[in-house]
Structures are given as structure tokens and as C-alpha cells.
């Protein structure tokens, strides 16, 4: 599995959603680029392929912008990685539904490439994007402290 810069600009762009998914605020696009350092035309990009995937919602208008179409905790990791970057598995072998090498069978590659795509899913596959705000407020709340 690669994540492009697609990939990575999709889960930065869900995350800030998440994280102002609380307080029901609609992020403009500049908001979300500003601080995430990523390009707007890019953004827009990706913004609509997630609208697409039922990840995001848009509002039109003056007080317009993108939210969660979900709560965060109904997004996993792997859910927006497979729909941006597809297929999880190292080599198209892994899949257990692939038919296309005569030596499939006799493989010693193909176990340990099923090993790695079941590892990555074990992971991705239970990470919501509700984890990943808790644990950047956490990560917060650790570094505020009085004198």
C-alpha cells in the first residue's frame, strides 16, 4: 500500500473535519488548506471525490462550506484509504479472489503478502477518525500546563 498525496490530503481533509465536527461548524476550503498547508485547487480536488464517497457534505452560499457527512466515529482509516487508493494489498495477488498467476498455489510470496495486507487492515480497519481527535486532544491537553 502507497498513499499519494491525494491519499494523504484526503485523510488530513477528513481529520479537520472531525475535529470541528462538534461545534457543527461548516470549514471553508481556505480554512482547511491554511491549516493543513495543502493547495486549494488540489483540495477542492479531493473535497469532491470524498463528497462523492458519502465522506463529506458541502453547504452553498456565504456561510457555505464542507462538514462530515457522518460522525467521526462512523469513518474508519481504511474505509477512506481503500476509497482514494484502492486495493490495500502489496501486489494484486494477495486477494484472495485473484485468478491471474498460474503458480498461485505454489507461491511462497503470496502467504506472506496476505500477511501484510492483513496486518494493515488489522490496523487502518480499526482507527476511526473519532480515535484520531481524541488522541490529538489528549496530545493537547498534555502539553498546557500552569506555573
Known sequence: MKITFKGDYALKAVLDLALNYENDNVVTIHEMANRADMPVKFLEQVLLDLKRGGFVESRRGKVGGYMLAR???????????????GPIEPIACADKRYSGCKDIYHCVFRGIWQQVAQATSGIIDHITFEDLVNQIRKTQEALVYAI
Open 71 to 85: 460522525h467521526p466515529a462512523q469513518i474508519r482509516l481504511g474505509e477512506v484509504v481503500r476509497f482514494i487508493e
